[in-house]
Structures are given as C-alpha cells and as structure tokens.
C-alpha cells in the first residue's frame, strides 16, 4: 500500500508513503467493521479546507475505479451537497417561470413580460457561466 500511486505531478509519482506513515503493525481491534459477513477496511477520508466536496469526491471515486480496489462507500456528503445545489437551480428556473407567468397574468402585456423573461434569462445563463469559469468546466447536469 506505501507505494501506490496516488497522482502524478509533472512526471513524478506521488505515492502513499509520500503523504503519510505507512506500517505493517498488528493492533487490537478497536472496531470491527463486517459488511455482509466480509471484514473490511474502514477508510475516512476528509477534504482540506476551502476545498470544493463534490470535486474531491468525484475525484476519489475517479481514483479508486481501479481494478485492484473494490471500493464500498457507506457516507458520501458530496451527495447531499449536490442535491442542495440541484434544489437551488431548479428553485431559480421554477421561480423565473412563475414570474413570468404572473407578470403575463398581471401585465396582459407580452414586451414587459419578455423583458423581465429575457432579463432572468440573462441572469441564470451568468450565473452559469461564473460557476464554469470558477470550476474551469462547464457542468453538465
């Protein structure tokens, strides 16, 4: 395990033993971790701060797709993370089409109503954009 390759950073392989003290020692169990009666590795990893979760996870789990590793994962926050940022861009697209609608039903004009359309329109696709010049590519969900 000292020498598995976790990255490689112009050229030169970053290894386990390069990040942490690697040893074979026998130790007492302190918990004992059995998943469908098979005795596991139980692995917490946790991201530095500042750090973007749902990045680091997806970046462990593209790690660990390896054919000498059966990766389980029993907590992933990223999930949740996820989720809540799903919520607030399908809560924004909700809210720009009730607007919308309301301003049409209000208004019975059809050029206010597009400008305030084409105007949240403009904000949502800015909003993207930031979030893909931040990330450095674009997201696709």
Not at 2 to 12: A, H, K, L, S
Not at 24 to 39: A, Q, S, Y
Not at 54 to 80: G, K, L, T, W
Not at 87 to 96: E, K, T, Y
């Amino acid at each position: 395990m000292r020498d598995t390759v976790i990255r490689t950073v112009n050229g030169v392989p970053i290894r386990v033993a390069d990040l942490a003290e690697v040893s074979l020692d026998r130790r007492d169990i302190g918990r004992f971790v059995e998943i469908n009666e098979t005795p596991m590795l139980r692995l917490g990893i946790r991201k530095q701060s500042g750090a973007n979760t749902v990045a680091v996870a997806q970046e462990i789990r593209r790690e660990a797709e390896r054919p000498d590793i059966n990766m389980i994962v029993i907590q992933d926050q990223s999930q949740f993370i996820q989720q809540s940022i799903d919520s607030v861009r399908n809560s924004a697209l909700w809210g720009g089409l009730l607007t919308v609608i309301v301003l049409m039903a209000f208004f019975r004009n059809g050029s206010i109503t597009m400008v305030v359309a084409w105007w949240w329109s403009w904000v949502l696709w800015c909003c993207w954009l930031h979030r893909c010049l931040a990330r450095a590519t674009c997201p696709t969900n």
